[in-house]
């Protein structure tokens, strides 16, 4: 829920996201609903919060 909330993307699109899908410092998200490919940036707290799951 902590991803959704920082990356504001759908629950269900970030239950989709892989280790391959984070690179070149962002998330690459590819959204269910509109199929649009789009990067959000690690940044500050995103960034910490992927550090510690990963």
Known sequence: MLIAYLTG???SDN??????????GA????????DTRLRVELRAE?????????
């Open 9 to 11: 993307q759908r629950v």
């Open 15 to 24: 239950l989709e996201i892989t280790l391959d899908d984070i690179h070149g």
């Open 46 to 54: 995103l960034a910490s919060l992927i550090t510690k799951i990963t």
């Open 27 to 34: 998330i690459w998200f590819a959204q269910n609903k509109t």
